[in-house]
């Protein structure tokens, strides 16, 4: 018998084709979403092909492993859905096919993906994100393109500040110039107005050529004569032309990726293992330091107490007021002088190396927080798999509308949760594992509960059923909407239906004055018997058949009154469970017990009211009935 079977080929084709359309489409809206993040770095640097080409390259290797779980749970939902919408999964569960089986080769296939997922995060990622960092940063540190714009200060070129009126559009001058230059220090600023000026470059874009056209300079001679801040000279000079070459290197330098090896993002496992490590020894040489410190700090003497002598010295009652008083103004003076002092000194000492422990916590949180990330984030593939494939079973719509809605909604709920899991635990308000595990321990009981229910082909997403159990909970019922129908074959026999009427309203009178609704009922009968009210139910379906048969009547009044007569909840008021233990152990806890006493109390008061209502609306009807019964004679 083959391993590998027709069934399994046909449902990982039909899941493959998707999943590598899927996934250049998810990566491909990472990864706009991730330069968005640095396109001030990448808009106006002149930067060549090949950097650009390097900056994507990188920014896709590290968004990978975001975009294999977006990949898996689109196309499981499309594949299943299509399977759904085209009974293609129906014929197969007919065929005596589990779910579960069908499944089979993509869960293979998805363990595989999950794996490929923390290769990338372990060994290609890490080398990434450090040539990624190392581009971005010597893209931050290249100069700009010259694009001066117009009616603002313009301060890309180091050391100047320029504001243009107007740019020239044919010739490319520069029209009503003012710079501001700081070139020699800011003491030493100088000031230039130009009529127009134009600016070049040189064949090396090593330096500009900046030509400037009947102007004048105003520059400080405060270094010059070494004067009092108030009477610093300055030199004014005018010019018809005059050239300026300023130092401008338009060149890209590439830094080395090596600075960034001590990111945390930038390690695979055994790195991490061992920056945790070296962490972990540089944290107890602090807090051993910061010990010595404070023994050194209290007993500045060194003297030296036996335990004997320490009780001996905690037995004797010392009153520093009085002691404190005893002293002269000048005195108490020095004494508070000297405790601020050295109480300000100790302060400050103690914030500074708080902030050295706390700076190597942050760094060990960060360590822990990115070796679980590795795990979590290529977990999620296998769980997205088990939300989306039993999800698109369930839904049996394929295409691209509902499942990239659905599909789309799931992974932001997933992105949100796992976001904030990840902020408190970097924060340290949250124990690392716990906000780093969060996202997979929400999406474990939704694949569980998704897969369990699609293979047992139950109705998730039938609105009705969640409705009845809102109303169960909050004891709501539905109202009644009969409408008159366009044909009838047959009137009701209103006679018939009369005297029915008749005898049932009889009926409810009697039920009313047995049961005494309006009276609370008994603690024990309620809780400890196990007593079913059948005969509201009887007298419920006799009440439902003589709906149905005024249902076909053609009077607008009857049908008006039939709507107005309430739905009984036959069994709210007899018991909370049909459970016999269960009631036994709501009637021994007491609290719960008194609450869900008055809960039936309320039920019987709201039979007692339906049935009033029910035998007004008897008597309406039959009433109407005598009129239309002499209105045919």
Not at 425 to 432: F, M, N, P, R, T
Not at 555 to 580: C, M, Q
Request: include cysteine; aromatic fraction near 14%; glycine fraction near 6%.
């Amino acid at each position: 018998m083959r391993f590998v079977k027709k069934l399994d080929i046909f449902v990982f084709k039909a899941f493959a084709l998707l999943f590598v359309g899927t996934f250049f489409i998810c990566l491909f809206i990472f990864l706009m979403q991730f330069m968005w993040r640095y396109v001030d770095e990448l808009i106006g640097k002149g930067l060549t092909i090949d950097v650009l080409a390097k900056f994507f390259y990188y920014a896709g290797l590290t968004l990978i492993p975001m975009s294999l779980p977006m990949a898996v749970l689109l196309a499981s939902l499309i594949t299943f859905g299509n399977f759904g919408e085209r009974l293609e999964l129906l014929s197969m569960k007919a065929a005596g096919i589990p779910l579960v089986r069908i499944l089979q080769p993509i869960i293979i296939f998805t363990v595989f993906l999950s794996c490929v997922s923390f290769y990338f995060q372990n060994v290609v990622g890490p080398e990434a994100q450090k040539k990624f960092y190392a581009l971005i940063y010597s893209m931050k540190q290249k100069s700009p393109e010259l694009e001066i714009p117009e009616g603002i200060f313009y301060s890309e070129i180091p050391g100047y500040n320029i504001f243009v009126e107007e740019k020239g559009k044919d010739n490319g001058m520069l029209y009503g110039v003012m710079i501001y230059g700081t070139t020699d220090g800011y003491e030493n600023a100088q000031i230039v107005l130009a009529d127009s000026a134009k600016i070049q470059t040189t064949a090396d874009e090593s330096h500009l050529i900046l030509t400037l056209y009947a102007g004048e300079r105003f520059r400080n001679m405060q270094s010059q004569g070494g004067m009092s801040r108030t009477n610093v000279p300055y030199m004014r000079e005018t010019f018809i032309k005059e050239v300026d070459l300023i130092k401008f290197n338009n060149d890209f330098n590439m830094m080395d990726a090596n600075v960034f090896s001590n990111n945390a993002q930038t390690k695979n496992l055994n790195e991490i293992n061992q920056g945790l490590d070296s962490l972990s020894h540089k944290s107890d040489s602090t807090g051993r330091a910061l010990f010595a410190y404070m023994q050194n700090a209290t007993f500045k003497r060194h003297t030296t107490l036996s335990s004997n002598d320490s009780i001996k010295f905690a037995k004797e009652t010392v009153n520093l007021d009085s002691i404190y008083n005893k002293l002269s103004i000048d005195q108490r003076h020095s004494v508070m002088r000297t405790a601020m002092q050295k109480s300000m000194v100790a302060s400050n000492e103690y914030e500074f190396r708080s902030l050295i422990s706390k700076d190597l916590d942050q760094s060990t949180r960060i360590h822990w927080v990115e070796l679980h990330k590795k795990f979590t984030l290529s977990l999620s593939c296998l769980l997205f798999f088990f939300i989306g494939a039993p999800l698109g079973a369930i839904i049996r719509k394929g295409g691209l509308g509902v499942p990239v809605v659905i599909s789309v909604t799931i992974f932001i709920f997933y992105y949100i949760v796992n976001a904030s899991g990840d902020k408190l635990a970097k924060s340290g308000e949250w124990i690392v594992w716990f906000g780093e595990w969060l996202s997979t321990m929400v999406l474990l009981p939704l694949g569980i509960f998704f897969t369990y229910k699609a293979n047992k082909d139950s109705a998730v997403f039938n609105i009705e059923a969640y409705m009845n159990v809102i109303r169960k909970i909050f004891g709501l019922r539905i109202t009644r909407h009969i409408a008159r129908k366009e044909v009838i074959i047959n009137d009701p026999n209103y006679p018939e239906v009369k005297e029915q009427l008749t005898i049932l309203s009889k009926d409810w009178e009697n039920y009313d004055k047995k049961l005494r609704l309006r009276f609370p009922p008994n603690y024990i009968r309620l809780f400890f018997y196990n007593i079913d009210d059948q005969e509201v139910v009887g007298l419920n379906d006799r009440l439902e058949d003589i709906i149905t048969i005024l249902s076909n009547t053609k009077d607008s009044i009857i049908l008006g009154a039939i709507n107005k007569i309430p739905v009984l909840s036959t069994h709210a008021h007899t018991r909370p469970f049909h459970n016999y233990r269960w009631n036994m152990i709501l009637g021994i806890i007491f609290p719960l017990g008194v609450f869900f006493f008055f809960r039936i109390w309320r039920y019987r008061l709201r039979l007692y009211k339906d049935i009033k209502q029910i035998r007004k609306y008897s008597t309406f009807i039959i009433e109407r009935i005598d009129k239309i019964i002499k209105e045919q004679q």
